[in-house]
């Protein structure tokens, strides 16, 4: 293990900037404050017309939803820290009904801030955690876990090499998944990189051309062309060749470092987009974004459209048209000054609209997880809430139009490259067919958040549909198969795996 020294570097720096650092020992141990704040509401008439979406009443969920997975099943597994002196996490699960199951670690592990994604048979698979030690300090522990949509049960997994608290975790194109970065304790970084092979069950820890200083929740993408490349949180951005294991510089952001912002993958696969986040601790966050495009000889970050409010400790999620959902945020520190109204990008006119106001703020600890109807799921978040186990849900414009699209069948699973036929009712006014990955998040990211628009035809009451060309374009495992009409309009999901 290298353990990289707490310290800060000029913005010049040829190595990777730490002051991401600087917050990570203590953005999970800060006291919960107890002052209520809400906002007016500025939701518009639930009509055929609405413009702005519109939120549901909060409801609680008796746990701060601090990490959350979309299941296969269709319902939400989320968890906290240990509920009490032993144990493991308090976990639950939430369906669309309302109904809430407990769900806790039977064991003791904690997965408290923890690295999570969806494994290709559907289990959720999770890096590390803490172990809260003397005198409230927190270090980072090796143990992998494992949650069972289809039987609701944890298991534990092997154990990694290096202790972490923090971790990012992307899965591969051959369904491994490489775990990065992480705190070893308060200020000490991990820059070792572990690859989980689901096959064998088992760690193995890449060559030293495979380190980096990765600090915490380190935005890492699948490119379609099968390499990992990180956007984040530090200004320098790299990436990952998975055949010779090794990192290779990409460029600096515009803006420098962006801390607890987010970043994104944007539909066509050529493009990530960044958005939002400060560029140190206790700094005002910043309405600024960027693009970086993989299609070009010589990929360079530039600025983009800037958000209409500053953002970090935001959540944010893909919807089924494409367009990107942020809900929340602060304009400074992780409990100070809410961000403002929801707001929405389009990546095709590169413009964002200005949405309803959530009536509980949300920020540090918090998360967002679109469902199969196309609402979105929007839980956890401590600071300003004694109503911190609150979730709510958001219901974007196209939740009130009428003549949603229906799917009357579609397969529970394809292979790559496969054309496969989807029976509706509309298929004469189906304009879009998108594939999105079962959401995992927590603190501000999300997981291997993924976006895909599939090529289709129009076939006697039907769609023949084709499924994406290799698993580096969609890495195996489940996904939200949409139908959209001329409107824009999204037909509740299918769950379709893809192996």
Not at 82 to 104: F, K, N, P, Y
Not at 160 to 182: L, Q, T
Not at 189 to 214: H, K, M, Q
Not at 303 to 321: A, E, H, I, K
């Amino acid at each position: 293990m290298t353990k990289i020294p707490f310290r800060h570097h000029s913005a010049n720096s040829s190595v990777f900037k730490l002051v991401a650092a600087a917050s990570a020992a203590f953005i999970c141990a800060l006291p919960i404050l107890s002052s209520e704040r809400t906002f007016a509401d500025t939701n518009q008439p639930l009509t055929g017309t609405n413009t702005q979406g519109a939120w549901g009443e909060p409801f609680d969920l008796g746990v701060i939803a601090i990490n959350a997975a979309l299941l296969p099943t269709g319902k939400v597994l989320f968890w906290q820290f240990i509920g009490g002196t032993s144990g493991g996490s308090r976990a639950e699960l939430w369906d669309a009904s309302g109904t809430l199951t407990d769900v806790s670690i039977p064991y003791e592990h904690d997965v408290f801030c923890s690295g999570h994604t969806a494994l290709a048979d559907g289990r959720v698979f999770i890096a590390g955690g803490v172990l809260w030690g003397q005198s409230g300090s927190e270090i980072g522990v090796t143990h992998s876990d494992f949650f069972d949509p289809f039987t609701e049960t944890w298991s534990a997994g092997p154990e990694m090499e290096y202790p972490r608290w923090y971790p990012d975790v992307k899965e591969a194109a051959d369904g491994s998944v490489y775990v990065f970065g992480g705190q070893a304790s308060p200020g000490m970084l991990i820059n070792d990189t572990e690859r989980y092979d689901p096959v064998s069950n088992t760690f193995s820890t890449l060559p030293s051309s495979g380190d980096i200083v990765a600090d915490i929740y380190s935005r890492t993408i699948l490119l379609p062309d099968g390499r990992i490349f990180m956007a984040g949180q530090n200004q320098e951005t790299d990436v990952l060749d998975l055949n010779t294991q090794t990192w290779s510089f990409v460029g600096d952001m515009e803006y420098g470092n962006r801390l607890n912002g987010n970043a994104f993958l944007l539909p066509g696969l050529e493009k990530v987009m960044v958005i939002g986040g400060g560029s140190g601790p206790n700094v005002d966050a910043t309405t600024t974004t960027e693009i970086i495009d993989f299609s070009q000889p010589t990929p360079a970050w530039s600025y983009s459209t800037p958000m209409n409010y500053p953002r970090q400790y935001f959540t944010s999620t893909y919807l089924p048209d494409g367009k990107i959902l942020l809900i929340g945020g602060v304009r400074e520190d992780k409990f100070v000054d809410p961000a403002g109204p929801a707001e929405m990008f389009d990546p095709d006119t590169a413009t964002w609209t200005v949405l309803a106001t959530a009536p509980i703020a949300k920020a540090h600890h918090a998360n967002a997880i679109l469902l199969p109807d196309g609402r979105v799921w929007s839980a956890g978040g401590d600071g300003y809430l004694p109503m911190r186990t609150y979730a709510q849900i958001y219901s974007p414009p196209y939740i009130f139009r009428n003549n949603r699209p229906t799917i009357t069948s579609a397969p529970t699973s394809v292979t790559y490259n496969q054309r496969f036929t989807v029976t509706t009712p509309d298929s004469r006014n189906i304009n879009k067919v998108s594939f999105v990955r079962l959401g995992t998040a927590t603190h501000v990211g999300t997981f291997d958040q993924r976006y895909l628009a599939l090529d289709f035809r129009a076939k006697n009451g039907s769609l023949q549909v084709t499924s994406p060309i290799d698993s580096a374009h969609a890495p195996p495992g489940y996904y939200m198969l949409f139908i959209l009409n001329s409107k824009g309009t999204p037909s509740v999901a299918s769950m379709v795996q893809i192996q």
